[in-house]
Every structure is written in structure tokens, then in C-alpha cells.
């Protein structure tokens, strides 16, 4: 039986962290199962799933404190367990290109929050718009969508609400 650690990790960003993790998880035979990564401003983060079994994990927590420190990076850990898919769920995807104003990552959550629509991924960037350098803001998502929910009329009250706060939107189906 497999057992689940999650592994968060940020510091400066430079070449080798990814070998130097990785390696890590390797040499206490974990194996990693899903994985974000990513420079945000000078530094660098991981959010990673390792899987092993009970030895290897414990191995890996002990392990990964000094590491964090030799790399210069704060390492978290907490144990999860696998999670399973859910059946009445339906995955969407969301994207929403914007005038890059604060608060509209919060409005889409409340939106989806206030629906009981669970966001399981969420990413977003900031950049320059082609031609005009006008700041733009950009947001993709998956969210889980419960299938007893009357799809069109969702579309319909995103859209009417996206477009009350001037966002360019699309809402459909995940295509994985």
C-alpha cells in the first residue's frame, strides 16, 4: 500500500534545485506523483506528491529538513492520502483574460465558492499586451462541477457575471 507526502519547497531561484529534490526523493525510493513548479518574482517554489511505501516516507521527512537547509530553501512536508476520484463531479476548465485590476482571483472563487463548485486547479500570470503594453491578467482553472448542476444555466451566470466585471471568460468541459 502506497503512502502520500506532500512537499512544498521556496527559495532563491537558481539552477539545480529540481536535481538536487529529486534526487532526493529518488534516494529514499519515492517516486514523485504529481507536481507544480515554478519561479514566482526571484523565487523559486515546488509543490510535489511522493508516494512510497511506510519506510521510504519516513526516510524522505527525516531527510528533507536538511536538504531545505543546504539548499537555502524552507521544505514542508505533511502526509495526504490518495485521494478518490469522485463520480459526480465533472471537470471544467475556466479562463479569464482581464485588464489587470486586484481582487479578480477572489471574485472567481467566490463565484464558484457560493455554487459549491470546487477549484482543484488554479494558475494565473501577469503580462504586457501585445502592441499597446497595457497590463493584462490571465487566469486558468479547473474546477469540479457537481453533475446534479444544470450546466447552461452555470455558463449563463458566469458569463452574465463576467461580464459585469469587464472579463473576457470561457467556461467547458476539460479536456485531459
Known amino acids: 500500500m502506497s503512502n502520500y507526502l506532500v512537499i512544498s519547497a521556496v527559495g532563491e531561484d537558481r539552477p539545480g534545485l529540481v536535481d538536487r529534490i529529486s534526487r532526493c ?6 517516486s514523485i506523483a504529481d507536481s507544480r ?13 511522493v508516494s512510497g511505501n511506510w519506510n521510504s516516507i519516513a526516510r524522505l521527512e ?32 475556466v479562463d479569464v483574460v482581464a485588464l489587470d ?11 464558484f465558492s457560493r455554487r ?3 477549484i482543484q ?4 500570470s501577469s503580462y504586457a499586451a501585445p502592441h499597446t503594453g497595457t497590463p493584462m491578467f490571465a487566469v486558468h482553472m479547473t474546477v469540479d462541477v457537481p453533475a446534479s448542476t ?6 449563463e451566470e458566469f458569463m452574465d457575471f463576467c461580464d459585469q466585471l469587464n472579463l473576457d471568460a470561457v467556461i467547458e468541459p476539460a479536456k485531459n
Not at 513548479?37 to 506528491?49: D, P, Q, S
Not at 528533507?64 to 476520484?85: C, D, H, K, Q
Not at 486547479?121 to 494565473?124: E, G, N, Q, R
Open 150 to 155: 444544470h450546466i447552461a444555466s452555470l455558463r
Open 101 to 111: 485590476n486586484p481582487g479578480i482571483v477572489h471574485r472567481l472563487a467566490n463565484f
Open 37 to 49: 513548479m515554478t519561479v514566482l518574482g526571484g523565487e523559486f517554489a515546488i509543490i510535489l506528491l
Open 25 to 30: 526523493i529518488l534516494d529514499h525510493e519515492g
Open 121 to 124: 486547479d488554479l494558475a494565473t
Open 62 to 93: 527525516t531527510a528533507l529538513p536538511a536538504l531545505g537547509e543546504e539548499l537555502g530553501m524552507v521544505i514542508t512536508t505533511r502526509r495526504t492520502a490518495s485521494r478518490e476520484p469522485a463520480r459526480d463531479l465533472l471537470p471544467y476548465a
Open 116 to 118: 459549491s463548485i470546487n
